[in-house]
């Protein structure tokens, strides 16, 4: 009996395990992403988590190269102290909406692999990305009956904006000339660029996703540099090939040339040798012409025979 439940406990285990392997090969889409992120979130969520201290949520491999945090505040403290969350620091008076008393902040570094979703799911023709995609979220606790079911709230600055450092995450180095622009990836699929706050520092009045982009002209100039690189090497072996195969051209021609003259030569020759005869005076040979004329005939008359 204890064996069969055993067995049962593995199957089932497998079983989860290749629905979860599913649906995580299945995300194409950011809001996915957070949905799948925030379960994971408050299934390792405890209420007994000190407030105030971060925690590192531990993601299944399917999921790998994606790191998330989560801590929980007080809203009145919050609002008052403001916090250091990772990458992101809210002023004093940011504000959660609507908080009831306890929030759950959960903040996201999506790696450079996962952040192609945004790419991808956001219009960023012209320009890619430099940094990983950061998110900022905030979700209600309640009571323990509706730790399963979270929903978001609203993160909102006071005075001072919230401020994103993608200083330890970029792959940009600041000396190579290039700006980068901040960007904000909103859940209605709409994109705003702007410049910013200081070198790889960005400014945000509210929670959602952000990330460093760049314009990226270089590597069509580079394409076309290359192409222009084999147009020429091209053009010159076909010039070569071209001067080349004239130059067999003009041999050919001139060896026609040369054996048709050879043979009217040999063909005039033969003509005259058999237009004259080779005959000795003496000791000097000289050309006849062959006898062309009638000889004389002998004719006897019988009458006088």
Request: with cysteine; proline share 3%.
């Amino acid at each position: 009996m204890g064996f069969l439940f055993s067995l049962t406990l593995v199957f089932l285990s497998i079983a989860s395990l290749s629905t979860l392997q599913t649906q995580t090969q299945e995300i194409k889409s950011a809001r996915l992403l957070d949905l799948v992120i925030r379960d994971y979130a408050f299934k390792s969520y405890n209420k007994y988590f000190r407030t105030g201290k971060l925690h590192q949520i531990k993601l299944p491999a399917n999921l790998s190269g994606i790191n998330v945090d989560t801590v929980r505040f007080r809203c009145g403290s919050l609002q008052r102290y403001g916090a250091k969350i990772k990458e992101f620091h809210l002023g004093i008076g940011v504000t959660v909406h609507p908080c009831i008393e306890r929030v759950v902040i959960v903040r996201q570094n999506l790696g450079f692999n996962w952040s192609s979703i945004y790419y991808d799911n956001y219009e960023l023709s012209g320009y890619r990305l430099i940094s990983p995609v950061l998110g900022l979220l905030a979700y209600n606790i309640g009571d323990s009956k509706n730790i399963s079911t979270p929903s978001e709230l609203g993160i909102q600055a006071g005075k001072k904006p919230i401020t994103i450092d993608f200083s330890n995450t970029t792959r940009l180095n600041i000396t190579s000339g290039i700006i980068p622009l901040c960007a904000i990836f909103d859940h209605d699929g709409k994109v705003t660029l702007f410049s910013q706050a200081s070198p790889n520092i960005c400014v945000a009045t509210r929670h959602g996703h952000f990330g460093l982009v760049v314009e990226s002209p270089l590597i069509p100039l580079k394409k076309k540099t290359l192409s222009n690189w084999k147009i020429t090497i091209g053009s010159t072996i076909g010039a070569a090939l071209g001067a080349f195969l004239l130059s067999l051209l003009l041999i050919a021609m001139f060896v026609n040339a040369k054996k048709k003259a050879r043979m009217e030569e040999l063909e005039r020759r033969a003509y005259e040798e058999e237009a004259l005869q080779v005959s000795m005076v003496g000791h000097v040979s000289t050309h006849t012409a062959s006898s062309t004329r009638t000889l004389p005939r002998i004719e006897h008359d019988d009458q006088y025979t």
